[in-house]
């Protein structure tokens, strides 16, 4: 027979202790980052600072400076495995060693063509997820060396922040060059473009009816990412190529474990 008050003591105790196990539960700090800018010149000819070429270098980098342990391997990733300032100071000289070293081939005929044209480089570090255990970074570059035109390409980095290892494609696909995985990103490509879904990709502004996939991915709350650079599968004029597959059109086509993982991201395919 139910006993009123057997029971009430027993929920007030259960209640009590769901109440102190969640008080004592830790806590784990939002991952906290840091914005660094930085503008160079680099001038070819020290003696004309306003008239003569120059390369001008433009960064806009992140720094993670928390949990200690988590930021000292997305620094180490995206900084070339040294110190932030270190990564800083190798992209300098790389770069001063090569202008300086190629204005010097050129004929002062040239070198007057390119002071009022003058050489840029530009890189841009962004956070597409941030979350206890899985980040997800944008990384965009920009390289201008003289030309009709400069060149952009943009990283995407998945990171596992709990094991300390980029994830890769098939780390989350059964087979990502299958063709059931290749049909569901050429339809999302379609879309893209404005083609219907019986008219081949060539008919777009593709340059292949099988362009190649992008191993260039990255996770986003509404699906799966890939991107091109320009002139990859499409005409340089066309820019990047960015699309996103939405989950419930590759579900099936994911790994449990794959599936697993995306909840280091915030995103639950379970369910």
């Not at 259960?14 to 196990?21: E, F, K, R, T, Y």
């Not at 879309?191 to 996939?213: F, M, R, T």
């Not at 992008?214 to 996770?219: A, K, L, P, Q, T």
């Amino acid at each position: 027979m139910f006993n009123k008050k057997e029971y009430v003591p027993a929920l007030v105790l259960a209640l009590v202790l769901s109440a102190v196990s969640c008080v004592s539960a830790p806590q784990r700090e939002k991952a906290q980052f840091s914005p660094w800018h930085y503008t160079f010149a680099i001038l070819f000819d020290a003696d004309q600072p306003e008239d003569g070429p120059r390369l001008e270098i433009l960064l806009s980098l992140l720094r993670m400076n928390y949990p200690a342990e988590q930021a000292e391997y997305f620094n180490e990733i995206l900084y070339r495995g040294s110190d932030f300032n270190g990564y800083r100071d190798w992209l300098l000289s790389e770069h001063r060693e090569d202008y300086r070293d190629s204005l010097s081939a050129m004929t002062d005929f040239d070198r007057g063509i390119m002071a009022s044209n003058h050489w840029k480089y530009a890189e841009t570090v962004n956070i597409i997820i941030a979350e206890e255990n899985g980040i997800v970074v944008e990384r965009e570059f920009y390289n201008y060396s003289g030309g009709a035109r400069g060149f952009s390409t943009k990283r995407y980095y998945v990171l596992d922040m709990e094991e300390r290892q980029l994830i890769k494609v098939d780390d989350l696909f059964l087979d990502f060059q299958g063709e059931t995985t290749r049909n569901a990103i050429y339809e999302e490509l379609r879309n893209y473009s404005g083609l219907g879904a019986d008219q081949p990709l060539s008919s777009g502004i593709y340059k292949s009816d099988h362009p190649e996939l992008s191993f260039n991915f990255f996770i986003a709350e509404e699906g799966f990412g890939m991107h091109w650079d320009p002139d990859e599968i499409a005409p340089h004029s066309e820019g990047g190529i960015d699309i996103i597959v939405p989950w419930r059109k590759v579900r099936s086509l994911l790994l449990q474990s794959g599936m697993q993982l995306l909840t280091k991201f915030g995103i639950y395919l379970f369910i």
